[in-house]
């Protein structure tokens, strides 16, 4: 029974890890399938989650908080649009230019507004999303088997993971069932033709990058307002180029992409369980070899398993309209 708790406690951690991966994912995977390589997930999210964090302390609101990151997310991707749309800029600078963006303005706005060497304030309980527990859940806790996935795996999240989880069918839906799905898809695979049919090429890569902003600002409220009581430097750790990894590891499908966030938090969940723990034969193995092991899973992963990948024929290229 203690090593089905074990197992359980994992499992739980590697949900609650792979929700900012998931959400950056399929920020991705819109920008992506519209023909915009993104490499700027990181400082969307970064920005996101200082932006929530210090709202939320300011305004003492949690929904405050989650519109703010949404908003400032929202704008950066705008600027990436700007950059690499309307000026037809190489995607990729835009993309790294943002994160250093987003790296330096957060320090810097962090200590000239709240004096804490670029943390925000420790948020208190109505500032942030607490977990929700499920009806039930405490009565059924003890039962075995069924209790600890209730109470442990299903009930005791923030509503941003069940938000996250959502939105895996809600985007399988948006982009193979509507109309504005089948466009994006066109767009990241033939823009000419989409123009062709009178469609504006601008405009829905536009679209594709507000809802790649809606997203990474949810992913960065999580990490400052849910998974942590407040931002710190750097606390996105690269979650935003792992997302990518994911993306690639899932072929640009919604569904794919979130089994592959899952299996990347499972990475990370797993480094963290066996920090300071003698394994078989091996012994104690430092704890910076197990922090950095999901990185080197990712990739041996991507380097050996993934097959072909074969990314929109679209992307990354800026689209000229021919006269």
Not at 4 to 22: H, K, M
Not at 170 to 183: C, E
Not at 296 to 321: E, N, S
Request: glycine share 10%.
């Amino acid at each position: 029974m203690d090593v089905f708790i074990a197992i359980v406690q994992i499992l739980d951690s590697t949900i609650r890890l792979s929700v900012p991966l998931l959400l950056a994912c399929l920020a991705g995977l819109y920008s992506e399938r519209a023909g915009i390589f993104d490499i700027g997930l990181e400082g969307k999210m970064l920005v996101g989650a200082f932006a929530g964090a210090a709202a939320a302390s300011v305004f003492h609101s949690a929904v405050l908080g989650l519109g703010m990151a949404i908003l400032i997310s929202v704008a950066f991707a705008m600027i990436h649009g700007f950059a690499s749309i309307t000026h037809r800029g190489n995607q990729i600078v835009s993309g790294v230019a943002i994160n250093f963006i987003a790296a330096g303005s957060t320090i810097m706005l962090g200590q000239h507004w709240f004096q804490q060497g670029g943390r925000t304030p420790a948020l208190a309980p109505n500032e942030r999303f607490e977990a929700i527990t499920w009806p039930g859940a405490d009565a059924v806790r003890d039962v075995p088997i069924i209790g600890p996935i209730y109470s442990e795996l299903i009930s005791g999240h923030s509503i941003l993971v069940y938000i996250a989880f959502l939105m895996v069918p809600f985007t399988w839906w948006v982009l193979f069932r509507t109309r504005f799905g089948l466009r994006l898809r066109a767009v990241g695979e033939n823009p000419a033709a989409v123009d062709t049919a009178g469609i504006s090429v601008a405009w829905l890569r536009y679209r594709a990058l507000i809802c790649t902003g809606v997203l990474t600002g949810v992913a960065g409220a999580y990490l400052s307002m849910a998974q942590n009581g407040g931002f710190v430097k750097d606390m996105t750790a690269g979650k935003g180029y792992i997302a990518l990894a994911a993306l690639i590891f899932a072929k640009w499908k919604p569904v794919n992409a979130m089994f592959a966030c899952l299996l990347f938090g499972f990475l990370d969940a797993l480094s963290i369980r066996l920090q300071g723990s003698p394994l078989p034969i091996i012994g104690k193995v430092p704890v910076q070899f197990m922090q950095a092991l999901p990185y080197v899973l990712t990739v041996i992963l991507l380097a050996g398993f993934i097959g072909k990948a074969i990314p929109p024929r679209a992307g990354g290229v800026p689209y000229v309209k021919e006269r």
